[in-house]
């Protein structure tokens, strides 16, 4: 039995979704919007963004670089501006760069952990808040797979995964 009751009617519901320029994000993007939802979707590619939203009235296309907080509290207030607030985050933004161990580098390593971990929890302190303070509201951080079992190549993937999931 789910915890959280399920959303039927999408209607005017006000959805933000970070890491929605490609895959899964622009996929669920594109249902939400077809079911009537008002949908935010940011990413770090603007002209992809504004792809996805082409001819949709009730979408908004904002910039996020979820390795910089600043980026969303700016989102955000553009969001609220806009919305008057938001009733679902969902977080799919994430990076995967395949390496071996002889390939480890600091970068590498810091790239992963700073999109796939630190990035959810650059947005909760933005987005609780406001939710806490409704009363209302529901976050979503989607994960992979690889939390239950790693990745050919995933030597810097795996961990950030793992440790966001609580496997």
């Known amino acids: 039995m789910s915890l959280n009751p399920r959303i039927r009617d999408w209607t005017d519901m006000r959805v933000w979704l970070i890491g929605a320029s490609t895959g899964i994000g622009a996929a669920l993007a594109k249902m939400l919007l077809a079911r009537g939802a008002r949908v935010a979707v940011s990413a770090r590619s603007a002209d992809k963004l504004e ?13 996020v670089d979820v390795t910089q907080p600043e980026s969303f509290e700016s989102a955000h207030a553009l969001i609220e501006k806009t919305w008057g607030s938001v009733d679902l985050v ?10 071996r161990a002889w390939e480890l580098t ?7 952990v700073e999109s796939n971990l630190m990035g959810a929890f650059n947005m909760l302190p933005i987005v609780l808040p406001g939710m806490l303070k409704r009363g209302a509201g529901g976050i979503a951080i989607v994960s992979s ?23």
């Open 51 to 63: 792809a996805l939203i082409a001819g949709a009235d009730n979408a908004l296309a904002v910039v």
């Open 90 to 99: 969902v977080y799919l933004a994430g990076t995967y760069t395949p390496t």
């Open 106 to 112: 600091v970068e590498r390593a810091r790239n992963h």
């Open 145 to 167: 797979v690889a939390g239950y079992r790693g990745l050919p190549n995933s030597l810097v993937y795996f961990p950030a995964i793992r440790r966001l999931t609580g496997l």
